[in-house]
T-cell receptor, first 117, second 107 residues
Framework: EAGVTQFPSHSVIEKGQTVTLRCDPISGHDNLYWYRRVMGKEIKFLLHFVKESKQDESGMPNNRFLAERTGGTYSTLKVQPAELEDSGVYFC???????????????FGSGTRLTVV | GQNIDQPTEMTATEGAIVQINCTYQTSGFNGLFWYQQHAGEAPTFLSYNVLDGLEEKGRFSSFLSRSKGYSYLLLKELQMKDSASYLCAVYTDKLIFGTGTRLQVFP
């Protein structure tokens, strides 16, 4: 089965520009998560979709970040306008539908490295 | 608050044994995961503990003490390819990560 795919793998943009990151979860996984790792810090939770609904968006830093998952398949994370502190690696992960938590945890994508200059 | 602590870096020699410790204080606990992450790649699942004790999987073992808020990952017969970051993560209602431990294995 295909894994979690993220596009682009790298993005360099200027402060004030807009960037959209995309995540394609494993087919059939209802749960989709966005995480971010800023240099030197831990991987931090941003938000969680169950199908197309936002289950938990408590980790979103501010209203410059907008996540969508139309149709409950792939998801996009838009940063507008980007600031220098938004630089980091953005990870997406997915897991199957609810019920018993999978003992293998989430399946992660390779991440998008965002650099804001 | 949520707090998960791991050493930042460790070094070891090929063929040796290394233990990576993780202590946690979280609001809620539904299991502890260890992930391996090579530079530029996705974190990949290594182990899961939800009950106290040791889980063994080949060269890798993970231990959990819920009363002490403590876990460790034990890597035996180290190989050069084990050079990576090792992430401790607690599942509450979502995965919460520590900062990770960068392990370098030398010949």
């Amino acid at each position: 089965e295909a894994g979690v795919t993220q596009f682009p793998s790298h993005s360099v943009i200027e402060k004030g520009q807009t960037v959209t990151l995309r995540c394609d979860p494993i087919s059939g996984h209802d749960n989709l998560y966005w995480y971010r790792r800023v240099m030197g810090k831990e991987i931090k939770f941003l938000l969680h979709f169950v199908k197309e609904s936002k289950q938990d968006e408590s980790g979103m830093p501010n209203n410059r970040f907008l996540a969508e998952r139309t149709g409950g398949t792939y998801s996009t994370l838009k940063v507008q306008p980007a600031e220098l502190e938004d630089s980091g690696v953005y990870f997406c992960a997915s897991s199957p539908r609810g019920g018993a938590f999978p003992t293998w945890g989430y399946t992660f994508g390779s991440g998008t490295r965002l650099t804001v200059v | 608050g949520q707090n998960i602590d791991q050493p930042t870096e460790m070094t070891a020699t090929e063929g040796a044994i290394v233990q990576i410790n993780c202590t946690y204080q979280t609001s809620g606990f539904n299991g502890l995961f260890w992930y391996q992450q090579h530079a530029g790649e996705a974190p990949t699942f290594l182990s899961y503990n939800v009950l106290d004790g040791l889980e063994e999987k080949g060269r890798f073992s993970s231990f959990l003490s819920r009363s002490k808020g403590y876990s460790y990952l034990l890597l035996k017969e180290l190989q050069m390819k084990d050079s990576a970051s090792y992430l401790c993560a607690v599942y509450t209602d979502k995965l919460i990560f520590g900062t990770g431990t960068r392990l370098q294995v030398f010949p």
